[in-house]
């Protein structure tokens, strides 16, 4: 019977236009969002719910009301700003160095040909020493 192989379905696929049209769609997404809040706040400004709320708080003007839902959205702008993006930062450096990153693979060789040169140019300063030593005396 012949085995079926499902490597393919844990394997990360890199498709840079994939990549591109989400995060630019997820961009404009974020304004349209912003728009249909703004635009829905416009909208329940005239129902009958809030008749209710402003007969209850009266200085609740259309240009407090729309204060308010621009100031939800600073607050909101501010949190990603401050906390989500710092965290998506994080989370993609940690992709990016442990998805078969090249510039880490070039690291880790330098890495390598760095500690070769440390153990020559030991053995080079140990020679150099025995060398003085032998002078010396």
Not at 3 to 28: D, E, M, P, V, Y
Not at 111 to 132: F, M, S, V
């Amino acid at each position: 019977m012949r085995k079926i192989n499902l490597k393919f379905l844990f394997k990360q696929h890199a498709f840079s236009r994939l990549g591109a049209f989400k995060h630019t769609f997820g961009g404009a997404t974020a304004w349209i969002t912003m728009a249909i809040f703004l635009f829905s706040g416009i909208a329940a400004w005239n129902t009958p719910t809030m008749d209710m709320v402003r007969m209850y708080i009266p200085w609740l003007t259309f240009p407090v009301f729309i204060g308010i839902a621009v100031s939800g959205i600073a607050i909101m702008m501010w949190l990603e700003h401050f906390i989500v993006q710092s965290s998506m930062v994080l989370y993609w450096a940690k992709m990016f160095w442990n998805k078969g990153n090249p510039l880490r693979r070039h690291q880790e060789k330098m890495d390598r040909k760095i500690d070769q040169l440390a153990k020559t140019q030991g053995e080079i300063l140990e020679a150099i020493n025995k060398i003085n030593e032998g002078h010396k005396g």
